[in-house]
């Protein structure tokens, strides 16, 4: 290849120029005056929790409190509930049932009391009206059909019931119902695909008999599954049907990994996740049923609660991007889970082990949970704007916001997730990303700049910096929570021209996250 002069003299000029000089300035400018619309807030209407019965726990309540006061989640959904260790049903020695709501109403009566509705999840099956003895997780769940669908269909009904009458039958018409979980996989559920329609059509009927205006819903479904079948059964034979739910991981294989041990790879499809989203919604536009309501009741970037992506600096920027790409499709994106306070495998030995939680078990916030922090800090009001990678809202006081992201998959061919994400990883430059708004009235205005990424509001990397020790001392926990507060990183004051704008450029790093918010100076 023969080159001119004048394209040897730029050759020679890339070469002795630094990497960051090299990398393209990524450009984010919008017009505070050009409004999107209503900011979509499906991404903090409910989050996950693994099981009822943990709900009863004293730091499993302090975590969510503080999560509900940060993240500003609406509705919390777990599995469990009734499941023996809540005590919900037996029968007696005359052969009468019973029904006992004391736990339920524990937990239920401090949700509220936060602030926080149920998602109420049905399952799993009572001991006593079981049809078989298959269980799942450490503290076995039954997951057969019932015996006698008049049984459950009673005791759906009583508990309905119980609800109204204790809550009263506004409130109870605000929260959703959701019968069962993952019923198109084994492991979930011992019945038929036939059975598991049976089961909700019982379960709906008792809760429309209660109260018609009580949202119900299902399949919650592994992997996007069963959403047409589930829209044409309930057309078919006339089930009640208000919404339609399913869950997607974003890795390639299997469900039911506990302990992490088959090496989860994350995906590399760049709509891995979003693209399950898109699918169901085409298929509800499609149905009987075009203007169904949409749940994610369970998503994250791994299906295993040994998996290092859940601590990592990595994951803030993935769930960004993720609910980005799944915005305008889907009526809420409930996170797996909130808390390591989740006892699927059984109570765990370490303080950091890849589980779900945005925190861990003792309450330290990983770099995934200010993804939702500054979520919830965002305007109600969307701009428009060109950039894929970020927000840019105004809320009613004249403020504005920016939140920007960069998400590079870092994983390494025939490398899995647990081999790779344990290791202190430091990410590479990518630049600079510009960021100017336009419209603003002239004067001075408060700046502040928050961010998440590498040793950024990173606890993960400060505990592997510790040597990674299974058990925390005190003193170590309070240090990984002082490495991890939300607080900004940079605050000053800047002046808006007659013209209206205003420019500021950052380094950007390989994953890194920044929420920037513009106050005028009092």
């Known amino acids: 290849m023969r080159h001119t002069p004048f394209a040897r003299a730029l050759l020679a000029a890339a070469l002795i120029l630094p990497i960051s000089a090299l990398a393209q300035q990524r450009n984010i400018d919008v ?7 209503k900011l979509d807030r499906m991404f903090n209407l409910s989050v996950g929790a693994g099981r009822a019965n943990e709900g009863l726990r004293a730091d499993w309540q302090q975590q969510l409190a503080e999560i509900r006061r940060d993240a500003g989640f609406r509705y919390i959904r777990f599995h469990g509930l009734l499941t023996d260790d809540m005590g919900v049903y037996k029968i007696d020695a005359q052969g009468k049932e019973q029904y006992n709501f004391q736990y339920i109403d524990a937990l239920f009566d401090y949700l509220l009391s936060i602030g926080i509705k149920p998602f109420v999840e049905l399952g799993f099956m009572p001991n006593a009206m079981a049809s078989g003895a298959k269980t799942i997780f450490w503290w076995r769940g039954n997951v057969t059909p019932p015996r006698d669908y008049g049984q459950w269909e009673r005791l759906i009904e009583a508990l309905t019931r119980h609800w109204t009458e204790r809550y009263g039958k506004e409130e109870v018409a605000s929260w959703y119902f ?3 979980n993952e019923p198109n996989l084994d492991g979930f559920w011992a019945g038929t695909q036939d059975e598991y329609f049976r089961l909700y059509a019982h379960a709906a009927r008792a809760i429309k008999r209660v109260d018609s205006s009580y949202r119900v819903g299902g399949p919650a479904t592994a992997g996007a599954a069963w959403i047409p079948e589930m829209m044409a059964y309930a057309d078919k034979n006339k089930v009640p049907l208000d919404f339609v739910s399913t869950h997607s991981y974003g890795v390639g294989e299997g469900y039911l990994d506990e302990f992490g041990t088959k090496g989860t790879v994350l995906s590399r499809d760049e709509m891995a996740v979003a693209s399950d989203v898109l699918k169901n919604r085409r298929e509800i536009a499609a149905s009987s049923m075009p203007k169904l309501e949409l749940h994610y009741t369970e998503w994250s970037s791994s299906y295993t609660p040994a998996d290092p992506t859940h601590d990592s600096y990595h994951q803030a920027a993935y769930i960004l991007k993720k609910l ?23 109570p765990r030995f370490e303080a950091f082990h890849g589980g779900f939680g945005l925190m861990n078990t003792q309450g330290i916030k990983k770099p995934a949970y200010f993804a939702y922090q500054f979520l919830n800090q965002l ?7 060109a950039d894929k990678d970020s927000w840019a809202t105004v809320d009613d006081k004249g403020n504005a916001q920016v939140l920007l992201w960069d998400v590079t998959q870092t994983l390494p061919d025939k490398v899995n997730n647990q081999q790779f994400y344990i290791k202190d990883l430091p990410p590479k430059a990518k630049g600079q990303v510009a960021v100017t708004l336009r419209g603003l009235k002239p004067g001075a205005y408060a700046m502040t700049v928050s961010q998440v990424g590498y040793k950024q509001n990173d606890a993960f990397t400060a505990y592997i910096g510790m040597g990674s020790p299974k058990q925390l001392t005190r003193q ?23 013209d209206g704008r205003l420019a500021t450029s950052l380094p950007l790093r390989e994953n890194d996250v920044y929420l920037l918010q513009f106050a005028p100076a009092k």
């Open 31 to 37: 017009d505070v005056t050009q409004v999107q619309g």
């Open 178 to 180: 959701e019968v069962w």
């Open 324 to 346: 980005k790409q799944s915005s305008g499709a889907v009526q809420s994106m409930s996170y797996w889970v909130f808390t390591d306070i989740f006892e699927e495998p059984g």
């Open 379 to 385: 305007g109600h009001t969307e701009l428009k704007n």
């Open 476 to 498: 170590q926990v309070a240090t990984l929570k002082a490495q991890a507060t939300g607080k900004p990183s940079q605050q000053k004051t800047v002046t808006v021209g007659a």
